[in-house]
């Protein structure tokens, strides 16, 4: 198997945000702890308080020198097992947060293997097919859940730690794995035991198995067309989305599927400028005009049911994403056009030829080059006082963007615009207008890779504060394609810059970046899959059962596809969301499927809140406005601000919500008003917190260094950690299981196991 297969095979483990594991409803976020997930802020049980550090991290050095009886190679052991990176910078800390080790990692996953190799599952009846499965599951949880930040992390480490100095390493994987697997397939296992008692071995096979192998035959009438698929593919500024909107216009019917809610909306307004009757639907907002013969769409609400002369499909590549990579597959599989355009990078092609001959389709290529010129400059940008108008640097996190903010407005004469993923869509365009707009004075612009999506920037030169980024699990490299896709928006044609460069803050980033520009992006052979809500429907029917954990882990557990060409996409970050659902009762399973697909933020406890809120006024059947109060001004601290992003993201599930059930969530057109004014709001709080506040606020989350021991205490106090009670041991794995659980219910176990 090639490496682009294994990537899209593995890519929930590395890709994926952290989020908080299915039994971690009642731990509460901090609002002013946005960007971080509910596994990073732990509410005040009686558990957190049993199993919490001391105040001080405690660092094992491979040279130290110990005067007593412990041996070295245990000690190199320990410190396998429980050191975590010293980030003294804060600088580093505040932008890349945390990350276990490589050898960490090697060594746990060695000891998930092992654990499982041990095949210690018949002694539980849980069957062979789903023991393989919720293994993957397992690790997938572990590694994004147990280990994703330095709390969290310290606390596991510590827990195997002292099950290390006991030799019962294996125990407490194989306990953790044991809860994990009874929670997420109980039902599924307990089916499948009274099942087998009554029917052939092929009749459970055919009975469970979740058949994925034909997507393209999940559209018959589509598949009555022989389509034209033309892939418009070229570097960022090439002209090739250009060539597939003229398509678009010219039809006397058609569709243009979006991966953001800002790009559909900009194609929108385009059409409507052009004098075309144009639709605007996207899942909480719409603009529904009499006589419509075209429409412009997110990838997931795009209509596989209507029939257009031409569709346009942008960002084709992002079929490989991890987790909403299941639309775009289910777009080229499904649209029903004569004309298909898909706008992407090259790298899709494979792909594409591999969709394109499964569907009977014809494939055309049209290769475009870029407009402009990009140059990947030499010399490094050494000074923020080096900087100058047009340039954009990119970094990464709110707390990086902010202070990067900052630093450039009290050494230098420019004002700065900044754009992020956490802010609305609305406030990102109020950001990119006052950039590109000469009379603002706003000649600087800080930025994430969410520039590199759905923004028309007028950009000189791209600067990259690191080539590094904290993707929700571990700090890893730009990959070259993300390089590319960035450095690209330098130069743009027709504008003040049409020549674009880039360039770095560091020799060894500059390195990275010009290798990536002269290098080939590896190709897409796979593409995301999920089956469709009728199929999971008639699958819960199948299974008699009510309960999404239970579907969810039988599609994850028993599902059958083509691996060369698909594989799943991401089932674990909705575990959580389908944990609430089944908590309220009287829903049914359609009802259940509705609310999974529903806009939440999982890692934001206020939004969490409401949607549980929102459900149980829909099962009541009682009538629900927004329930939200927005202040009267705009935010004067981070805190405030951040409050404000969690109710405009609560706002955006209303009117999702609304569209779907208008006879319970009425107010629709109020929570729209609401967005517009919660937007402003923070469009203006990010001029009105001063920068003292901000740095302060960026201290206090981010800057605090732990404290460091003296060279005596760290040994004594591995040899207080190495001599554990045989009491304290016996807890051991109660503990970490209760530090979990969302109720402190504890699994019945074979505590021989």
Known sequence: MNNSKQRAVKSPIVFERPRKHNHMNNYQVPLEYPEETANESIAQTPQRNMFALEEEVMYVEDDLQIENDLQVQEMEDISLMYDIEDVTDPFILATENFSVRPEQTTHFTNLILRVKESNRHTNHNIPAHIYDRSFVSFQTHFFTSMLNTRERATQTLKAFKAAFGQNTVDKLMWQLYLRDALTRYEGLIMNYNENIKKKSKDEIAKTYVVDLTHPEKWYPQTRKMRRQIIFHTGPTNSGKTHSAFQALLSAKTGVYAAPLRLLAAEVHQRMVNDGVKCDLITGDYKVIIDGATHAASTIEMLSTTEEYEVAVIDEVQLLSDPNRGWAWTRALLGIRAKEVHVCGEERTLQALKKIAADCGDDLIVNQYNRLTQLTCQNNIVRNIKELQPGDCVI???????????????????????????????????????????????????????????????????????????????????????????????????????????????????????????????????????????????????????????????????????????????????????????????????????????????????????????????????????????LPNGPPGTIKKMLLLESTHKILEMYCWLSYRYEDVFTQRKEAELKQKICADLIAKGLEVIGPEEKEQWIIERDFVKPKHSSRKQRIQKIQKEKHFTEKQLRNLSTILKSFLMNDGTSLKMNSSS
């Open 395 to 629: 970094a990464f996190g709110r707390n990086q963007i902010l202070k990067i903010k900052n630093e450039i407005e009290q050494n230098t004469r420019y004002k700065v615009a900044v754009v992020f993923g956490g802010l609305p869509p609305s406030t990102r365009i109020q950001q990119a207008t006052l950039f590109n707009s000469p009379d603002t004075k706003y000649d600087i612009l800080v930025a994430s890779d969410a520039i590199g999506h759905g923004l028309n920037l007028n950009i000189r030169r791209i600067i990259f504060h690191k080539t590094k980024k904290f993707d929700g699990t571990v700090i890893r490299e730009l990959e070259v394609h993300e390089i590319k896709q960035i450095a690209g928006r330098a130069g743009r044609f027709r504008s003040k810059y049409p020549d674009g460069y880039v360039t770095t803050f560091s020799q060894g980033d500059q390195f990275v970046v010009s290798n990536a520009l002269q290098t080939q992006s590896m190709d897409i052979e796979m593409a995301g899959l999920l089956p469709t809500n009728d199929q999971l429907e008639y699958l819960a029917h199948k299974m008699n059962t009510s309960s999404l954990i239970e579907l969810l882990g039988a599609v994850e557990a028993l599902n059958r596809l083509d691996d060369s060409m698909y594989f799943l996409c991401g089932i674990e970050p909705k575990i959580e969301q389908a944990t609430v659902i089944d908590e309220i009762d009287g829903l049914n399973i359609r009802e259940k499927l509705d609310f999974l697909l529903a806009p939440v933020q999982l890692d934001d406890q206020l939004c969490m809140n409401y949607f549980r809120m929102y459900m149980e006024a829909y099962q009541k059947g009682t009538k629900i406005g927004d329930m939200i109060q």
